[in-house]
């Protein structure tokens, strides 16, 4: 059924596409995608052999300067190479990896203790609320003053954009976490807290057996929309903070406005969706592996 549903989308695709005039031509169909997809994967591959040769070039002049005096002091300048389609899609996992890493260390235990303190969570409730629906354009503008003001090195680590595009996704990935924590933890079965106060657990022992257990699907539900958030939040992210990924790569070629560029950023529409997928897919799995519920792949 997959397969079928996959073969009719791409006919209807292929049928509407043609019948959709822009200033830049044609609608592109699924042919001129998948050209263009083998293009940039060529355009890779030759920024690659670039790269190789670049450094082998390096190597020989460095070669022949110490074979002249073995004392010279030599330098491997770094390629600087434009970054193309394949860099982009790692630099946009990198990013949201990151920013998705950020917003769970500080939302699973924020969580936890909510839903362990009815007090606490009454107290916080408000602002989660409150900033729980916030457009991350509007988290944007005031995420890049505060790191321009901040995150000032002569030689930096990172780059600013990736600094904002990381801070950005974690904004808006930490609220679903907490949410989904706290109803997790809030809702575990009475009979297994009376049985932690008969048994005297301490505050730790606990949590680690019995808290986190109970707790654990609804925990990895949060996680998982905050992923999917992350991953949509990201692209704009990028679009907006110029960070080199896949939102800049649809932006770049949205102002190219050449003949190819409609089918270039229908495969970058194509690869967001993709990956999209797969990190869906591959926290299913890691909740699969992490817990009991061991049905939640099927799902």
């Not at 790692?90 to 769970?104: E, H, K």
């Not at 090195?153 to 904002?164: A, G, H, Y």
């Not at 009376?194 to 057996?209: A, I």
Request: hydrophobic content about 50%.
């Amino acid at each position: 059924m997959p397969l079928i549903a996959v073969v009719i989308f791409l006919a209807l695709w292929s049928t509407g596409a043609s019948s959709v005039t822009t200033s830049l031509g044609k609608l592109p169909g699924p042919a001129q995608v998948w050209q263009q997809t083998i293009q940039l994967y060529a355009e890779h591959k030759a920024e690659r052999q670039k790269e190789v040769a670049f450094y082998e070039r390096q190597d020989l002049r460095n070669a022949k300067k110490l074979a002249k005096n073995p004392d010279a002091t030599i330098k491997t300048r770094p390629y600087t190479g434009k970054a193309t389609f394949i860099d982009q899609i790692f630099t946009s996992l990198i990013t949201v990896a990151t920013g998705f890493i950020i917003a769970s260390l500080i939302a699973i235990p924020i969580g936890i203790v909510c839903g362990m303190s009815v007090t606490l969570y009454r107290a916080l409730n408000p602002i989660i609320q409150i900033f729980k629906p916030v457009s991350p354009l509007a988290w944007l503008p005031i995420v890049t003053m505060v790191v321009s003001a901040v995150y000032v090195s002569d030689d930096p680590m990172f780059d600013k954009s990736f600094i904002t595009s990381a801070i950005t996704v974690t904004l808006c990935c930490v609220w679903p976490t907490i949410i989904n924590t706290t109803v997790g933890v809030s809702s575990i079965d009475k009979d297994l807290i009376n049985v932690s106060r008969v048994l005297r657990l301490g505050w730790f022992t606990k949590t680690m057996k019995i808290v986190l257990p109970s707790s654990v699907p609804m925990m990895f539900a949060g996680l998982r929309l905050s992923l999917g958030i992350g991953w949509m939040v990201l692209i704009a992210a990028e679009m907006l903070a110029q960070n080199p990924g896949l939102g800049k790569f649809v932006w770049d070629e949205f102002q190219n406005g050449s003949s190819n560029s409609l089918s270039r950023i229908m495969v970058a529409v194509l690869v967001i969706g993709i990956l999209g997928f797969l990190l869906d897919r591959g926290m299913l799995m890691l909740q699969r592996w992490a817990t009991w519920d061991r049905n939640a792949v099927l799902r």
